[in-house]
């Protein structure tokens, strides 16, 4: 029986599965890689990943999805029921088989462990296995690995046990993916005493496993019929059971290469790395096999570098927005830059030589003049590049397009274009974001949207150029597609606007016309192909007839035509002799062509290699630096020598040996380097100045002038705010500035006035409400007792007086009443019946602090001779240099992978420049962040090992709250007033509430949950809410704080709905929904819902404060200040940590006014107070058996 868990690499959220003991590696004498059940885990029968939860599977710099299933493999596609593969090999589907048969893991031994693992042990590991696989290429080191592991897995429909009392054993088998930028590799590892069976049954058959690729040039699979394989004893990577390839750098394995090493050590060798291996590791140590030394392509590094220059950064006007670029696969470009065509006038160097490049040489001629580039980079001398660096391309789609007889067509509006291109071997990748299902597969044939990149910066054979290096990057391309026999046509107009300052290419590309249709979950296979460019003076033309295969999801396949014919036109310099010696006619060779759409993401993918060659092929080259196998860094240069000798050498502004290179730190090894009144910034290979705030670029561009700032009358008094007891003033830029009204007062921020509090209900029955400027009191009426939210005739002991009373009750009595028995320690209480905070024994002299129920603070306690009026010293661990108090005043907390950060709040602006880390949590995933505003802490959810933890932000230790019985904790809520904790669980689909040390957990919704993630709490009010962004069918609750009264508060037209947050003042409830790509807000029980705004990108996390609303943003990795009444955006903060932003809260400087009924006294509930909106329920938590504990449902 299968069971299958996607895996996708572009989210990059890691979560693992239930948790169980550690599981033994197989000891013999393969080395497997370990595993252990603090792994993900598949097992039959039990949910175990929600969709919200990927493993990040980085495969190559392409990331693209795949399948781990129980029966033995990985797909990269959903694969097809059991009978179409078991017996039936190969599968319609792209597969990895490690050992596929119809396997069982249901009967709770048998089980499958996956990890992501970027460890050095690991990774040393798999370079190990890889390069004594392959001796004869250059070495590699992996980056990335992807450890599956399937332990002790049996035959389907077998007993475990043979019924003598003896264990049947299961097989025990590994398959590892490990990849690097430009390679991945499939590590296959069967333990000799791992493999106790080479069959399973189907329909009443024995079928034999199978191991082995489904496409690629290694298709055969490598059992045969009979079974006689033994992959435990046999190799081919002269390792024992160790099988490796090289399975290129896309999921349909079109470049599968197998080990070359069959041949076994006829004496025991190590199967793992050695002991020293890190140490040989450093330096390039040859590879052994039978004794034969195997001797490496010769290869020497050349220190020569070149000179960096500064790159000068203005800072864009709105109409030219910045081009932001992220590492991570998801498309995040925000805007497009703006360029113009250059063109080449009459005139001399000394008048125009701002039009060259700052990496170019500028020569005069007796008709003009031309720019070329310097030795280390390449271009048309307009525009430079560093030879050796990867390059970047971003950019829009825009225009219509209709989909096989459609009458409507499917429209581009700014869809993000982004590309990425390893130069020194022509592997160029293109992805479009925003492709919806109807047109997604159709686009699958059109990898030529990607080709033009892929001939600008193709691999160059000798005497050969590709495209920027004769034209640059200003050119407008225009290609016509004639699909045959349906002629439909489609138009691509592609406009190159050159490089912007982040080296990075900008094209707008406009698609108009009509495609075939390509129906949804169709592959479409690409065939290496070649097509002739001819050159002619400021125009290059190209056609061609190219044939694909659309594989369709019933396994029929077709193979179609489509026409192509494309003209590119440019500005070239007509003075010098570097284009008259062009060669009219050049070849563009690809091949390991990839096309993918990714119907998860809305994303289209191609990838493909790129050569520029000879039209008649010519002699092949053998050398590394011409077929693009030379192992050089993707930061280097790879120079040929004779036959097939290279050397690599590092690019500009990067240092090393070539094979590795590492970026250079200009603005450390030269702080002045910029100039004065200004900021160096590192760059990849160059660095960049911007200037201070209060500065900017002068007319030379270079020099930082101070700008004249606009008076901020906030700061200097000349508002006409009320006055600072009942208002607030805010600068909002320029000369502008808001005035707000304080919590308690109403108004326009300008005249304020108090809100009278008393409204029915605020008080207890049997009390009197009194109204103060900006609050109110409440007081028990003459004979009640309590603190007027809680009023009783007699008057009710509190926690304290009980357990004073209950010593001195058992005591024997005296003249002056009970007197306890010698030594005996009797609690203080104050006028009010709390704990006094030091606590002190009477006979013996020792003291220590106490919490609000009178347990002993651990570490507090002091010798002897401290009185109750000595102030005790600071209690808790010192702070650590990872963790940083926060200033006085209000904050925003959010969280990254790693860290919880803090923005300190001046009014409602953000103070960017203050902002920095405030716990450090390495190598973890914090999701939701939680603020208790009492003991000043914040409390965290994460899910790399799945617990709740807080600190407190004064400074100190970490602590754990919550570590078991939790899978995936995500939204977390503070009950300050009732000293709770709300959290929502994703996989177990329910929330629990608990005091806030972890105790008395109790579980209150656990029905009708599909993705539960936001949650946050109403105390004053006793109400709770939630959201669950089930795709199916998105929701908003609400219900009491113990669970009661629930009901849907918002259902229709909800797409995402990831963050909430309730605001006291105004009771309003908000959310932000990555699906609708809104912010609304709604008066809970009111029915009215209004939109503040929409076009927001990917909203994670939200909170309030005052008129403001400030949400976290997944594309934009920032925090996003709103203005709720303007509902236009004020200000975004981006973290110098350029990754997604999950939860957010706000920590108050004082906790928000208001009362329930667990405030004091915890409500008269001998456990778990829950408010409600009349009262309170006293609950008990969920293990409280035998504890003595008391229910009470609601009231007072």
Known sequence: METSVQSLGSLGLLSGARKGNSVARARNNVNVFPWSGSEGALCDGRKVLQSSHYLLIPITTLSFSFQINTNGFVATAQPTSESTYLGNMPPKFGIIAALLGDLDTSDGVGKVFFRQDSSPDVLTQAAHYINRAFPEDDEVSPTHAVVITWVNVATQGEPQSRGDGIEKKGNTFQLVIASLETASYAILLYPRDGMQFSSTPVQGSNVVMHAGFSKGSVRGFLFSSQGLFCPDRETNSGLRGIWVYEIGTSPYFTNVAPGEVTDLPTEATPQGPPEDYEEAANARRPVYNDGQQVQYPPYESEGEQIEVHPIQYQPHQPDNQEVLVVDDPDINVDGESTGEMFSYNLGTCASNRNKCSQFADCRDYSSGYCCSCRPGFYGNGIQCLAEGNPQRMNGKVYGKVYVGNSPSPVEFTSNDLHSYIVVNDGRSYVAISDIPYTLGPSLQPLSALGGVIGWAFALEQPGFKNGFSIIGGEFTRQAEVTFLPGNEKLTIRQEFKGIDEHDHLVVSTTLEGRVPEVLHGSTVQIDPYSEIYQYSNNLITSSSTREYVVSSPDGNTDTRTFQWRQTITFQSCQHGESFRDMKPTQMLSVDQVFVMYDAGNNLIRFAMSNKIGDINGGQPEENPCFTGRHGCDTNAVCRPGQETQFTCQCAAGFNGDGRTCYDIDECGENPRICGSHAICNNQPGTFRCECEDGYQFGNDGQTCVEVKRPVDSCEDGTHNCDIPERAQCSYSGGSSYICSCLPGFIGDGRACQDIDECQPGRCHQDAVCYNTQGSFTCQCRPGYHGDGFYCSQGKTKTQCENHRDSLQGSSEFGPRGPRPPVGQYIPTCDENGAYVPMQCHGSTGHCWCVDRNGREIPGTRSGPGIDNGVVPPPVGPTTRPDVHPLPPGTHLLFAQSGRIEHIPLEGYVMKKGDAKAVLHLPEKVIIGVAYDCVEKMVYWTEITSPSIS?????????????????????????????????????????????????????????????????????????????????????????????????RVLVKDDLGLPNGLTYDSQSSLLCWVDAGTHKMECTHPGHGDRRKIMEGLQYPFGITSFGKNIYYTDWRRDAVIAVDRHAGKELDEFQPQKRTKIYGIATAYAQCPSGQNYCAVNNGGCTHLCLATPTGRSCKCPDNAVGVGCVDRDSGY
């Open 950 to 1046: 807080k600190a407190s932000i004064q400074g100190g230790e970490p602590i754990a709250v919550i570590r078991s019985d939790v899978d995936s904790p995500e939204g977390i809520a503070i009950d300050h007033l009732g000293r709770t904790m709300f959290w929502t669980d994703s996989m177990k689909d329910r929330i629990e509430v608990a005091s806030l040390d972890g105790s008395q957990r109790r579980v209150i919704i656990d029905s009708d949950l599909v993705n539960p993630r936001a949650i946050i709490t109403d105390p004053p009010n006793g109400n709770l809410y939630w959201a669950d962004w089930n795709r199916d069918a998105p929701k908003i609750e609400t219900s009491y704080m113990d669970g009661s009264n629930r």
